[in-house]
C-alpha cells in the first residue's frame, strides 16, 4: 500500500493561546483538550471574536498534539457547534476530493504509539512538533478504497460504543437501584440509622495513611498497595513497588492486618479495595487510607456501600480543590453510612453480586470488541482488510 507523510495530504492549523483573563462565563465555547475526549467536561468561553484560522465548527477534524500519552492525544470530529480552538490542538484541513476525512482520522489514529514515542516532555506531560506529526507516514489507497475502510471500521466502532453505554447503563441502574433501596444517606428520606463510618471503626484502631516517602525501591523489601492497586482481589505482589524495612518500620500504624477496607484519598479519589489475609504485613502509600471496621459490623456490606455510585458521588462533591483532587481523613471519617436492618443488608449484597456479574460479562464483551476493533484497524492499515 502507497505511504505518504500525514503532511501531504492536509494542513495543520494550531489553536489560540488564549489567556485566563480572556475567558468569560458567556460566549463562544473554547475547545480545549479536555472538550474532546469527555463530554461532561465544563467549557471556558469567550465573548470577542477571533481571527477566522482559529475556528472550529461542526465536522472539523482536530488533532490533540500534546498531553497525558493514552488519554489527551488523537483525531477527534468535532461536532458540538461552533467553537474556538485553543492551543494544543490542530484543526486538519484537508481537499475531501482526494482523501475521506473519516479514513484519514483512522490512518494517524493507527499510528499513535509512533507518533508518543517521537513526542517530548516529562513524565505524564509530552508534546509532538508540527515537524514530527506530519512526518509520520499513513497508507494511503485510492479514495473509494479510503471510503469502504473506514465503513467496516465506522460499524467496528458502533459496536464498541454501544458496549460503553451499555455498561454506562448499567452503572446508572445500580445507583437507581441503590436509591430504591436506601435513598440518598445524606438526606435519608427513609429514615433508616445512619452514622458516621468513623463510628464503625475498631476503636483500637483508626483511619491512616500510609507511607508518606518510600524512598527507592527495593526487592526485598515490604509490599506497597498504592491507589492504583485497589481492587476487590488481592494484587499480584510481583508487580508492587517495595519500601525497605527501615521505612516501613516508621509506619506501623499503617500496616495491614487483613480485612480492612481502603480507600484512594489521592488521584483517583474513591476507588475502593479490600485488604484480604494474604496482605497481612504489607503496607499502604501516602495515597490511601485504611479502614479497620470493628468487629460486628456487616464489612462486606460497608465495602459495597462506599462503592456503590451514589457514595462515589458523595466523595467527589467534598473533594479539596488542590493541584490533585484530594480526600482526606477527616472528610472520610464523617462519610454518612445507612445502616438499614441485616435483612436489607444482605439483599442489598445479594443485588449488588448480580450486578458485578452482568458488569463482569459487559467488560469482557468490551474488552472482546476493543481487541476485534484493533485487529481490523492492523489490517486496514497494513492492505490485508
Not at 492497586?229 to 509506619?251: E, G, M
Request: proline share 6%; with cysteine; net charge positive.
Amino acid at each position: 500500500m502507497n505511504l505518504v507523510p500525514f503532511g501531504s495530504v492536509c494542513s495543520l492549523q494550531n489553536g489560540r493561546a488564549f489567556k485566563p483573563e480572556e475567558w468569560s462565563a458567556s460566549g463562544t465555547p473554547i475547545v480545549r483538550i479536555q472538550n474532546l475526549n469527555d463530554e461532561t467536561k465544563p467549557f471556558n468561553y469567550c465573548d470577542f471574536e477571533v481571527e477566522k484560522r482559529f475556528h472550529v465548527d461542526p465536522g472539523d477534524l482536530l488533532f490533540s498534539w500534546s498531553g497525558t500519552p493514552g488519554t489527551s492525544f488523537g483525531a477527534f470530529f468535532w461536532n458540538r457547534g461552533k467553537g474556538f480552538l485553543n492551543q494544543h490542538i490542530f484543526r486538519v484541513d484537508i481537499d475531501e476530493r482526494h482523501i475521506d476525512k473519516n479514513y484519514l482520522r483512522y490512518a494517524i489514529n493507527s499510528k499513535l504509539d509512533l507518533i508518543i514515542d517521537q513526542a517530548h516532555g516529562g513524565v505524564g506531560l509530552k508534546h509532538i512538533t508540527k515537524g514530527k506529526l506530519e512526518a509520520v507516514e499513513i497508507p494511503l489507497p485510492p479514495l473509494p478504497e479510503q471510503k469502504r475502510i473506514a465503513a467496516i471500521l465506522d460499524k467496528a466502532d458502533a459496536i464498541r460504543r454501544k458496549r460503553q453505554q451499555a455498561i454506562q447503563l448499567a452503572d446508572d441502574f445500580l445507583r437507581a437501584v441503590f436509591l430504591e433501596m436506601f435513598g440518598d444517606p445524606v438526606t435519608n428520606p427513609k429514615g433508616w440509622n445512619v452514622v458516621e463510618l468513623s463510628t464503625l471503626i475498631d476503636p483500637n484502631d483508626k483511619l491512616n495513611y500510609g507511607v508518606v516517602q518510600p524512598g527507592d525501591h527495593e526487592e526485598d523489601g515490604v509490599p506497597l498497595v498504592r491507589s492504583g492497586d485497589l481492587s476487590d482481589v488481592t494484587p499480584d505482589v510481583a508487580q508492587l513497588r517495595r519500601v525497605s524495612a527501615s521505612i516501613d518500620s516508621k509506619h506501623r500504624k499503617s500496616k495491614l492486618k487483613g480485612n480492612e477496607i481502603l480507600i484512594a484519598c489521592v488521584g483517583t479519589i474513591g476507588r475502593v479495595g479490600w485488604a484480604s489475609d494474604a496482605m497481612i504485613g504489607w503496607n499502604i502509600a501516602r495515597a490511601v487510607t485504611r479502614i479497620p471496621i470493628r468487629e460486628g459490623v456487616n464489612r462486606e456490606y460497608v465495602y459495597r456501600y462506599l462503592q456503590s455510585p451514589v457514595v462515589q458521588g458523595y466523595f467527589k462533591r467534598e473533594t479539596r480543590a488542590v493541584a490533585q483532587p484530594t480526600l482526606n481523613v477527616g472528610l472520610i471519617a464523617k462519610t454518612p453510612v445507612a445502616l438499614p436492618p441485616h435483612a436489607q443488608q444482605i439483599a442489598f449484597l445479594d443485588r449488588y453480586k448480580a450486578f458485578e456479574s452482568h458488569r463482569g460479562r459487559l467488560l469482557d464483551a468490551l474488552a472482546a470488541q476493543e481487541r476485534l476493533a484493533s485487529s481490523l484497524s492492523q489490517q486496514a492499515f497494513s492492505g490485508q482488510l
